[in-house]
């Protein structure tokens, strides 16, 4: 059964910082990995899509990174915003025909002026 | 274009009372989802329609949830009767289907509040 896991649960930094977020995953025979964004009260937006083939994609000031083999991805937030504080999750999808998100638990980021 | 519509948006009802909550996904969308998401957890898959049909359903509570989807287009989610548990986030999410990358995108949630 797949877990995924994002550690730390919750994350504060002052404006202006790089940071990383991370995602874990325990089994590595996955179809692609999402992160989403989630402000409070509200539903998921999408940020990046990895597929399983790719090692990173970039949007903007985000940098997400898969490392299949060992589980692991990164969304790398350059010079952050306070307008960046909100829930990060990130979620696997097993395999193309499965088209089953499994999520983590999320990264609850606040980015302090 | 418009993403995926959900209503309502909050609803608060007594314990044994029914629910329903209603999804729009996005125009040509043939795979529906609906998650369950607690508070300070992520989202956990309760079905998963491709078009009118459900082909994942062995997460949902078939003694008191319900879910159709006719015509492949909109879907409903019910509850009946409700049970203080079931206080929660109800997403939905549509994807295009097919062989596609799979992304997923959601509506703003329905947030159910049981007393």
């Known amino acids: 059964k797949q877990e995924v896991t994002q550690i730390p649960a919750a994350l504060s930094v002052p404006e202006g910082e790089n940071l990383v977020l991370n995602c874990s995953f325990t089994?590595?025979?996955?179809?692609?990995l999402q992160w989403f964004r989630q402000d409070p009260g509200k539903g998921l937006t999408s940020l990046l899509l990895i597929q399983s083939s790719q090692r990173e994609q970039t949007s903007g000031r985000l940098n997400a990174s898969l490392d299949k083999s060992s589980g692991r991805s990164t969304l790398y937030i350059a010079a952050s915003q306070p307008g960046d504080s909100a829930t990060y999750l990130c979620a696997v999808r097993r395999w193309q025909g499965a088209q089953k998100l499994v999520f983590g638990q999320g990264t609850r980021l606040t980015i302090n002026p | 274009e418009a993403g995926v519509v959900q209503s309502p948006r909050y609803k608060i009802i007594e314990k044994k009372q029914p629910v329903a909550f209603w999804c729009n996904p996005i125009s040509g969308h043939n795979t529906l989802y609906w998650y369950l998401q607690n508070l300070g957890q992520g989202p956990e898959l309760l079905i998963r329609y491709e078009n009118e049909e459900a082909v994942d359903d062995s997460q949902l509570p078939k003694d008191r949830f319900s879910a159709e989807r006719l015509k492949g287009v909109d879907s409903t989610l019910k509850i009946q009767p409700a049970e203080l548990g079931d206080s929660a986030v109800y997403l939905c999410?549509?994807?295009?289907?097919?062989?596609?990358?799979?992304?997923?995108?959601f509506g703003e949630g329905s947030r159910l509040t049981v007393l």
């Open positions: 089994d590595s025979a996955i179809y692609n």
């Open positions: 999410a549509s994807s295009p289907g097919g062989t596609n990358t799979g992304e997923l995108f």
